[in-house]
């Protein structure tokens, strides 16, 4: 077998993508829709999952544009707080202090800005932001915390470049009193121009005469651009523009291994991420820096809102990923947090965490959660003794507090029965299949021997390696790249004719940094400049087939050939037009395909009846497969064709798909 760390290029050469044999079936397969005796599908089958593992959430879709804002650490252990992203303007010295009065409990060190002796200059400090700043004409919205002695008039605030210093926008902030008190100042900056590129830095300058005592505190040192809808520490508009298009029904919260934490007392505690910035804390991340948390619980759920998702609530199960988990005798400790969590969520002003919700937040209505899971990669996190312990105490113990008091919310446990647990109904299990594009295709009947009694959650799916053996020893893939990405399409088509037995599925992780990140396969990429958010093959795949997503399976008879090397299945949409879609995987010359949809045979018949007709879309790759759309090249290797056919005597379409193509035929109105 071939392994991928060779040039990539050379696999343009064969004729069969995958180090399956070619398929020897015959071409041609004609299959017959009966438009009845399906089964009614999930109504959340595509969704979203978020893990900051990429610099996604700070430095992604969190639109903060300022990095490391208020020092924080979460674990001073493991993150020591720094001055990283910040430096000094016209000879000012910073440092990081400790006051004995800080911002917060929860902002313990500041900034502290020394002006230099004697000096009649302008000073002040830089912030680079996340490997940049876009700066644009349009309203940036700011805010900082001083403490000290100022005599100034004002502050000022300014974008300007890093390459050349031309200042591109900047605004005085008037100074409303000094002292000993922390004072918030907010302001509004509008640039006069648009930088050329992203290599730009924020900057708070002020006259060092001003200064009485010799230093300013700063803390809590804020920026955002315009917002999606406009919210208030909102989040990135062209990501969130790019995740709306492709019409998600879920999103998976707050994780991923972020939920967990490194140590027992660094799991992502939901309390800690409500209300005002500086009563947030911040916390260790897992993936080699700190959060500034942000990103924090009502932000999930106003995210949720704005892309009408169903929450799937993720709470923490009392594991660390350093194996550390609560005994038995504490776990009640774990529970009663995801009680309080979803008391917050969905109580009403008279229980006690609704009332802060209503009379802190403002939020009034509750929320409404309807799934909940437990823990993530209980089978995976704390090796055999996390497992074991999840199942011996730590899940039965939230099964039984959620079914006292929740009875009615569908109940999650993070492993699947793939990976050895006994489920108790009616609670569903979470999947995690990263695998090479054959074994995405092997899996297509995968779920067809689950019962309704396996209810299934695919949280995270990926195809992550080539075929040829490498496997978890070699690297990931650089990109998602286009024979991996049909591989997916597969795995998804046998997911959709098990519709009832699928709670939904997720690609993971969802969003990459290109300058920090872990890794590599997800749907997009971006970075401070807008012209690199980059929609992945995989992206354009999981589109066609979440925005065409079946509410209910139709059966398919197949009276010339059969499953492989095309795949499909048959349903009927939200829209309430029949649905045929397909993969073609291993095949060494195109597929003839006719579909009849038997019921629209009927119908044609009618005399004021038109031809039914349908549209074709057909997604298909390049000569290579391992090739991919890349962020610096502007490339999309994914060609889109619509075709508008004519269905024959019987409600018979009929078409051809080339090898490594997805196809959807959705059949139009009447």
């Known amino acids: 077998m071939v392994h991928f760390h060779l040039n990539p290029s050379l696999w343009a050469v064969l004729l069969a993508f995958t180090s399956l044999q070619p398929c020897s079936a015959d071409k041609r397969v004609d299959l017959i829709v009966r438009p009845d005796g399906g089964n009614v599908s999930s109504p959340i089958m595509y969704g979203l999952m978020h893990e900051d593992i990429n610099n996604s959430g700070d430095g992604g879709i ?57 000096s009649n200059k302008t000073v002040g400090f830089a912030n680079a932001g996340y490997w940049g700043m876009d700066v644009k004409v349009q309203k940036y919205t700011g805010s900082f915390y001083v403490k000290g002695a100022y005599q100034g008039k004002s502050f000022t605030a300014s974008l300007q470049s890093a390459l050349t210093g031309e200042v591109f926008g900047t ?3 008037p100074v409303q009193k000094a002292g000993n008190d922390w004072v918030k100042y907010d302001f509004n900056l509008v640039p006069e121009k648009a930088a050329p590129n992203s ?16 230093s300013l505190d700063f803390n809590l040192i804020s920026l955002f651009p315009p917002t999606y809808k406009n919210r208030p520490n ?39 991420t409500i209300g005002d910035l500086k009563n947030r804390p911040g916390r260790a991340g897992v993936w080699g820096y700190p959060l500034s948390a942000g990103l924090g619980l009502v932000e999930y759920m106003q995210w949720c809102e704005d892309l009408n998702l169903e929450p799937i609530l993720a709470v923490w ?24 969590e979803l008391e917050f969520l969905t109580g009403d002003a008279s229980t006690h965490w609704g009332g802060i919700r209503a009379s802190i937040l403002g939020h009034t209505r509750p929320w409404k959660i309807r799934y909940v899971e437990i823990g993530n990669e209980d089978w995976l996190g704390g090796g055999s003794t996390g497992f074991e312990n999840y199942k011996k105490y730590r899940f039965p113990a939230f099964f039984k507090a959620f079914q006292e008091k929740y009875p009615e919310i569908q109940l999650i446990a993070s492993p699947s029965v793939f990976d050895g647990m006994t489920i108790p109904k009616p609670a569903g299990g979470d999947y995690h299949p990263y695998l090479t594009p054959d074994n995405m295709v092997s899996s297509f009947n995968k779920f067809d021997s689950l019962t309704r009694d396996n209810l299934t959650l695919i949280g995270e799916a990926a195809s992550t390696h080539p075929n040829g053996g490498i496997g978890w020893s070699g690297n990931l893939m650089p990109f998602p790249w286009w024979g991996g990405s049909v591989g997916e399409a597969i795995f998804l088509l046998g997911l959709e004719r098990n519709g009832d037995k699928v709670i939904g599925a997720t690609y993971a992780p969802g969003l990459r940094n290109l300058n920090r990140w872990q890794w590599a396969m997800t749907q997009i990429q971006h970075a401070a400049d807008p012209a690199l958010t980059t929609l992945s093959t995989s992206y354009y795949v999981w589109k066609l087939l979440g925005t065409t997503a079946i509410t209910k399976t139709l059966p398919v008879t197949a009276t010339t050939g059969g499953i492989g090397p095309l795949y499909y299945v048959a349903g009927e949409t939200e829209r309430g037009s029949s649905v045929f879609k397909a993969a073609v995987y291993n095949s060494t010359e195109p597929v003839a395909v006719s579909v009849q949809f038997a019921g629209l045979g009927e119908k044609v018949k009618q005399p004021h009846k038109k031809t039914a007709t349908a549209t074709l879309t057909v997604l298909t790759g390049p000569t290579n497969p391992y090739e991919y759309n890349d962020p610096w090249k502007h490339n999309n290797v994914v060609k889109e064709t619509k075709t508008k056919l004519n269905a024959k005597e019987g409600g018979i379409f009929s078409f051809t798909l080339p090898q490594l193509s997805v196809a959807v035929l959705e059949t139009d109105g009447e």
């Open 234 to 272: 909102g989040l990135r508009v062209d990501i969130m523009e790019a995740l709306a298009a492709l019409k998600p029904k879920f999103l998976r919260f707050p994780g991923g291994n972020m939920l967990e934490g490194n140590t027992l007392p660094t799991w992502w505690k939901w309390n800690e």
């Open 317 to 340: 199960s009392g594991l660390a990923l350093d194996g550390g988990e609560l005994p038995e005798s504490r776990i009640d400790e774990a529970v009663q947090s995801a009680l309080d």
């Open 199 to 214: 290599n730009n830095t924020f900057a708070i300058t002020f006259d060092a005469a001003g200064v009485r005592g010799g």
């Open 171 to 173: 605004t005085k902030v």
């Open 62 to 118: 969190y639109a903060e544009l300022i990095r490391n804002r208020a020092f924080q650490s979460g674990d001073e252990s493991r993150y020591p707080v720094t001055l990283d992203g910040w430096s000094a303007v016209n000879g000012a010295k910073l440092s990081l202090k400790k006051l004995s009065q800080p911002l917060s409990a929860a902002l313990p060190y500041s900034m502290n800005v020394a002006v230099p002796s004697s």
